[in-house]
């Protein structure tokens, strides 16, 4: 099974434990972090993203960008850790995100400080870099960009505001047939992209999905992983009937790394362009000039070091 799949098919195992175990994701160390670990690659993303690369000490098997954390050392994968090469480390912080509760008590068990981040929601992305900004000392960094973040988010929604809002199935993989549910914030991203996604009111973030439920909708638009690009099944009943793949609505994501959707990260704001042009494809060169002055925005801010924009604040 492809590694995108099974990296799903975990976080859809584990979030049906709910979310009692979850912590406020608040920073409980009284002095900032300079040594942390992270077991998700979108709190990797989002640390470099506040110019905490240089605090990470520790990554999971699933973290691979930006292309510099290569080089950090391997402590695990999302669902479990290597408990002697982590004492080797001697982390002060070590980060997680909901879904990874089981993990989070081995760790707390076994004496490290943990914190876990929520990422069922678009709006945790901005909340998620302040957390860890504050966390790693990086406040006026955190900041800028996620106020910027947010400021391109309301930009998207005027623009994708439209009366006319097609039903859209995201099809987390075929077999299971797994989809987005009101905890995953890829539901919300199918909002913002002015579609409206049949398993909105699922209580699950990547829950199961029948087939029986998916005819019974019908959606206007679907949206399949990008390892099932070469799949027959397509032609098949009862997928054929389907209005989306009758009137060649079917889109397929790109490869993973360039896959702007795979994870909650500022990077995603590519990925809600693609997702916004299959939705409102009449909306192109709004959305293109959009995503333009947001990836200039944002790549601005990833150029410029924290004691450059902590000057220009004071």
Not at 55 to 82: H, L, Q, W
Not at 94 to 122: F, P
């Amino acid at each position: 099974m492809a590694k995108r799949a099974a990296l799903y098919i975990a976080l859809s195992l584990t979030l049906l434990t709910g979310y009692a175990a979850i912590s406020d994701g608040a920073v409980d160390g009284k002095k900032p972090a300079k040594r942390v670990v992270s077991f998700a690659p979108s709190n990797t993303e989002l640390l470099y993203a506040i110019g905490a690369g240089d605090r990470i000490i520790g990554v999971c098997s699933y973290c691979d960008y930006p292309s510099s954390v290569k080089s950090k050392t391997i402590v695990g994968n999302f669902i479990s850790a290597n408990l002697e090469r982590l004492a080797g480390l001697k982390p002060d912080k070590i980060v997680l995100v909901s879904g990874q509760e089981s993990l989070a008590g081995t760790l707390s068990h076994n004496g490290y400080h943990v914190s876990i981040l929520r990422n069922g929601h678009l709006s945790d992305i901005s909340k998620n870099l302040r957390e860890l900004a504050t966390l790693t000392d990086n406040t006026t960094r955190g900041e800028q960009v996620a106020t910027t973040f947010d400021k391109c988010l309301i930009d998207l929604k005027r623009i994708t505001s439209q009366p006319n809002r097609p039903t859209v199935f995201y099809c987390v993989w075929p077999q299971p047939l797994l989809t987005v549910g009101k905890l995953s914030y890829l539901t919300e991203a199918i909002t913002i992209c002015g579609g409206e996604c049949i398993s909105q009111n699922l209580n699950a973030g990547y829950p199961h999905f029948s087939m029986e439920k998916l005819v019974l909708a019908n959606p206007d638009v679907i949206v399949m992983p990008f390892e099932c690009k070469d799949h027959e099944f397509l032609k098949k009943h009862p997928w054929s009937s389907l209005k989306a793949v009758r009137s060649d609505q079917v889109y397929f994501l790109p490869d993973p790394p360039h896959d702007g959707l795979a994870r909650p990260t500022i990077r995603i704001t590519s990925g809600l362009n693609w997702l916004a042009k299959r939705i409102h494809p009449e909306l192109s060169p709004k959305l293109d000039s959009w995503s333009a002055r947001t990836q200039s925005s944002l790549t601005a801010l990833s150029m410029s070091s924290p004691t450059k924009m902590a000057a220009g604040n004071k």
